[in-house]
């Protein structure tokens, strides 16, 4: 039976992939004040454990840095919330 404490991210990574996320939601112009209002929370709360977990960190990396060379971030778990957080 595999260790399911490999799979847990270590301090430095969840702050590495939180950051990502703040970076993600800066770049796609999403306002962070009514993401904490959806759901009442809740669906920040989601959003942030999806990234914990995220299997893209490589992919997000790269698509920050590449500037203007931005498309619609499909790969990211959270895309859909952050477009309708850009919507509304």
């Not at 306002?31 to 009442?40: F, K, P, Q, S, T």
């Amino acid at each position: 039976m595999p260790n399911s404490r490999l799979l847990w991210p270590t301090r430095e990574e969840l702050r590495q992939r939180y950051e990502l996320m703040d970076r993600m939601m800066e770049t796609r112009g999403v306002d962070v004040l009514a993401a904490l209002r959806v759901d009442g929370g809740l669906a920040f709360i989601e959003a942030r454990a999806k990234c914990r977990y995220c299997q893209h960190e490589g992919v997000c990396r790269h698509w920050l840095a590449s500037e203007g060379q931005r498309g619609p971030a499909d790969f990211c778990p959270n895309a859909a919330f952050f477009k309708s957080l850009i919507e509304s």
